[in-house]
């Protein structure tokens, strides 16, 4: 147990945190990943509030706080849909 609220720690830290002097070569990838992060957290909030959810094959996923691994599953889970996304957005905009 103690290990998988590390992990969380870390990767939960690492995803709000502002660079740094520190992160100097790494700072746009530090903020790249950020912002992937935030677009797929509005893609999903968006999807489920507007109710789209059930016309996708699969059901994404939020990520939560509490649990470290549900941003990899939140990813995935556009990964998996995206194609199904791209579609509905053509049709509409939500």
């Known amino acids: 147990m103690e290990c998988g609220h590390n992990i969380n720690l870390a990767v939960s830290h690492s995803l709000q945190r502002k660079a740094t002097e520190a992160d100097a070569g790494h700072s746009e990838s530090i903020a790249d990943i950020q912002a992937l992060v935030n677009v797929c957290k509005d ?24 649990r470290w691994n549900s ?24």
């Open 43 to 66: 893609i999903v909030t968006r999807v489920k509030r507007t109710q789209m959810q059930h016309e996708l094959s699969t059901t994404l996923k939020q990520s939560v706080s509490t």
């Open 71 to 94: 941003t990899l599953f939140m990813l995935k889970s556009i990964c998996d849909n995206l194609e199904q996304l791209k579609t509905m957005t053509e049709r509409s905009t939500f």
